[in-house]
């Protein structure tokens, strides 16, 4: 089996197509994790997270607590992002699918007829 893209469908693809015993060849033409991971869903909600946190503050005094102040600096808030990123990146990672028997390759795939 053939897997192009090693994003969210392509890991999971991969991993069913190696604990299946199959033979299983899986191609990322940039990072293992595909979008998913490096520039969308991960990174946006530990954003998400910051301003959440962020929004609620604003909101203390109405539950009773006074002079509440944050002070953040967003540099750190974007180092957590990474921090985040970090954390899940071995899930998806080489090794990891190496490991599992599925064969890595970076490049781009076509599908010709």
């Known amino acids: 089996m053939v897997v192009i893209g090693a994003g969210s469908a392509g890991l999971v693809t ?3 197509g190696a604990a299946t ?3 299983v060849a899986l191609i990322e033409k ?3 994790g595909g979008d998913c991971l490096n520039t969308g869903c991960v990174p946006s909600k530990a954003l998400i997270r910051s301003a959440k946190f962020m929004a609620d503050v604003k909101k203390c005094r109405s539950l009773g607590f006074k ?3 944050v002070d953040f600096e ?3 808030v974007m180092e957590r992002v990474q921090r985040v990123i970090k954390t899940i990146e ?3 990672s080489v090794e990891r699918y190496s ?3 599925v064969e890595c390759h970076t490049g781009e795939a076509r599908i010709k007829s």
């Open 14 to 16: 991969s991993y069913i």
């Open 21 to 23: 015993k199959g033979k």
């Open 30 to 32: 940039h990072k293992m």
């Open 67 to 69: 002079n509440v102040q």
């Open 74 to 76: 967003f540099s750190d």
């Open 90 to 92: 071995p899930h998806d």
């Open 99 to 101: 490991k599992l028997g």
